[in-house]
């Protein structure tokens, strides 16, 4: 059996009405439900009738609990009322997957521009710097090994 969101207790435990339900009628109801299974469990034959029947009383169970006091009814009743308002907001998607396609194209290739300014600059700054202070470097993001200060100073020994 298939889960869904939503399941609406007083249709599970065949209760209409709603304003006036006591807890007598949803205790009623409850039992014969539940005389019901009890019956049709006898009467099962195979695993997968029992299986069902089992899903269909820990529904029948559930409802019970949110409906078995005026108090818990009450807060159930406000839950559907904001389930409806739910149900009223759904509107149309804001834009199609073509579009959402496009939209993301988009924003990888500014992603892509906007880190290629990024690398340019830092190549300007750190040669800028590093010219100013006379150190040798070699930039790792090439693959090329880092300078050191001690293998410069020894190489212009050297020479």
């Known amino acids: 059996m298939k889960q869904e969101y939503f399941r609406d207790c007083y249709k599970i435990l065949n209760l209409r009405g709603r304003k006036f339900i006591t807890d007598e009628m949803v205790l009623n109801s409850y039992n014969n439900l539940k005389e019901q299974l009890t019956v049709l469990k006898r009467k099962s034959k195979t695993e997968e009738e029992l299986k069902l029947l089992q899903e269909i009383e820990i529904l029948i169970n559930d409802a019970y609990r949110m409906l078995q006091t005026e108090e818990k009814r009450k807060k159930y009743d406000d839950f559907l009322v904001e389930v409806e308002k739910i149900k009223e907001k759904k509107t149309e998607p804001k834009m199609t997957l073509e579009e959402y396609e496009q939209k993301k194209k988009e924003h990888e290739q500014i992603q892509k521009r ?27 993001y090439k693959g090329e090994i880092n300078r050191t200060p001690k293998k410069d100073r020894e190489e212009d020994e050297a020479r």
């Open 114 to 140: 906007m880190q290629e300014r990024v690398r340019n600059f830092m190549k300007e700054t750190q040669s800028k710097r590093l010219n100013e202070d006379g150190i040798k470097f070699t930039p790792i």
